[in-house]
T-cell receptor, first 114, second 115 residues
Framework: DSGVTQTPKHLITATGQRVTLRCSPR?????VYWYQQSLDQGLQFLIQ???????AKGNILERFSAQQFPDLHSELNLSSLELGDSALYFC?????????????FGPGTRLTVT | GNSVTQMEGPVTLSEEAFLTINCTYT??????LFWYVQYPGEGLQLLLK?????DKGSNKGFEATYRKETTSFHLEKGSVQVSDSAVYFC??????????????FGQGTILTVHP
């Protein structure tokens, strides 16, 4: 158990809908990262927050947005969903925001868009 | 941009066999290199890391050496066990610029170990 929790574990929804994925980092970690894992794209970095502020952005679509709240939990919002958004979404957390800080991954949320 | 290339899988071995999973990278600056492991139904776990050239990361019998001259970070284990069956990801991290805070992953290599 990494100490990072993600809810829900599974999510099934229809095209065009909007969903919110939630992540609670390990106690004491200030940095949260979101990753998408799909069969065709592999594991890709989406976005990073550190202590409530966006710090780095990867291949995140404009239909996707995220935020980190004062209690440090984070939410990833996916809207106008398409079949291709079906994937496993991971959240990771670390104490700091640089390479010397190990990222701890949550168990993931499996999103299926039908 | 940064990229990581892993050997094509899947890899199937018998218990106690020697394991090598190749990983090469392309990056600007001086990246830190990682191997992560993903067991079925679970998130990724850090297996080992190396932060500078010639560093050797090791954990649970696995080893990898950061080779800057060949831009490689191959994963090895002398004697695999059935419990090592998982997906292994090579990754790099560069701080600063547009790569700040970002882990770039290889495509993953599925390892299956038979008794």
């Amino acid at each position: 158990d990494s100490g990072v929790t993600q809810t829900p574990k599974h999510l099934i929804t229809a095209t065009g809908q909007r969903v919110t994925l939630r992540c609670s980092p390990r106690s004491g970690d200030l940095s949260v990262y979101w990753y998408q894992q799909s069969l065709d794209q592999g594991l890709q970095f989406l976005i990073q927050y550190y202590n409530g502020e966006e710090r780095a952005k990867g291949n995140i679509l404009e239909r996707f947005s995220a935020q980190q709240f004062p209690d440090l939990h984070s939410e990833l919002n996916l809207s106008s969903l398409e079949l291709g958004d079906s994937a496993l979404y991971f959240c990771a957390s670390s104490v700091g925001a640089g390479s010397s800080y190990e990222q701890y991954f949550g168990p993931g949320t499996r999103l299926t868009v039908t | 941009g940064n990229s990581v290339t892993q050997m094509e899988g899947p890899v199937t071995l018998s218990e106690e066999a020697f394991l090598t999973i190749n990983c090469t990278y392309t990056a600007t600056g001086y990246p830190s290199l990682f191997w992560y492991v993903q067991y079925p139904g679970e998130g990724l776990q850090l297996l080992l890391k190396a932060t500078k050239a010639d560093d050797k990361g090791s954990n649970k019998g696995f080893e990898a050496t950061y080779r800057k001259e060949t831009t490689s970070f191959h994963l090895e284990k002398g004697s695999v066990q059935v419990s090592d069956s998982a997906v292994y990801f090579c990754a790099l991290f560069t701080a600063g610029g547009t790569s700040y805070g970002k882990l770039t992953f290889g495509q993953g290599t599925i390892l299956t170990v038979h008794p």
